[in-house]
């Protein structure tokens, strides 16, 4: 049997079975307990803010030195002058470095989450309407994620 539970220690301050059934600790006023659950759920939702934003900042800036590093590619496709495409190809290499380290930051990201327990049962099915809909992205319109890492 599904239970949603709040807990206090070894304590089940609430539990709402999976017919909607309420139960609380006698011991606390029902005011007690949803100061207490509410008090949860804003910390939950606060964890999982910062890591968004977290997220956001990381994912955002290994993308922007990505379309940097591909501009860059592109004006030394288009420059004729050798000393001008040594220049760009020294900025390019730096590009590089730093999307490197950009793209260790996201991995030292994903293994700290994959550490955690998920907080869903199962990984999203589809992708943000943001994602497909973007025209500078190779998902554009398509509807799944690439589950293919070979």
Known sequence: MNKIQ????????LTIDENGKVELDPSYTADQIAL??????GRRFAEY???????????????????????????????TDPLQIRVLVESFQQNQRDLEKL???????????????????????????????DEDTEYRGKTEPDRNLN
């Not at 800036?61 to 940097?68: F, L």
């Not at 930051?105 to 497909?132: F, H, S, W, Y």
């Open 6 to 13: 709040l807990t206090l220690g070894d304590k089940h301050l």
């Open 36 to 41: 207490m659950f509410w008090e949860k759920v």
């Open 49 to 79: 803010d910062l890591i968004y934003q977290h997220m956001e900042s990381v994912l955002s800036r290994v993308g922007q030195a990505d379309i940097t590093g591909e501009s860059i590619k592109k004006e030394i496709e288009n420059t």
């Open 103 to 133: 793209v260790g930051e996201a991995i030292e990201l994903g293994r700290g989450l994959a550490k955690r327990p998920m907080p869903i049962n199962q990984p999203p099915t589809k992708l943000p309407d943001c994602i497909v809909k």
